[in-house]
Nanobody, 121 residues
């Protein structure tokens, strides 16, 4: 089994910053993509940013240069630095990882339980 544990959510004021971190543990042979998604009340879950094992990064358009994703392959961690936060960024943020658990296994996506980010105006 694989577990993803997020940390770093909380309350921020508009214009402020927060950093989210996620650590994967368990039966890990290799991690392919890692990423952050978010789900606001009444909305569907959406991609915020993702990064491949090779370092290729994708950001959602609404990030607009405000967020930075990074990962540490050897430690199975991924982080999201969020700056210039706005109330529209309020959501539960989920970490995801595409994990291969053994040399012959297929990649499977795992999710963290989510961390709440609240941005006040």
């Amino acid at each position: 089994q694989v577990q993803l544990v997020e940390s770093g959510g909380g309350l921020a004021q508009a214009g402020g910053a927060l950093k989210l971190s996620c650590a994967a543990s368990g039966s890990i042979f290799r991690i392919n993509d890692m990423g952050w998604y978010r789900q606001a009340p009444g909305k569907e879950r959406e991609l915020v940013a993702s990064v491949t094992a090779g370092g290729n990064i994708k950001y959602a358009d609404f990030v607009k240069g405000r967020f930075t994703i990074s990962r540490h392959n050897a430690e199975y961690t991924v982080s999201l630095e969020m700056n210039s936060l706005s109330p529209e960024d309020t959501a539960v943020y989920y970490c995801s990882a595409a994990v291969v658990t053994s040399w012959h296994a297929l990649s499977q996506t795992y999710w963290g339980t989510g961390t709440l980010v609240t941005v006040s105006s």
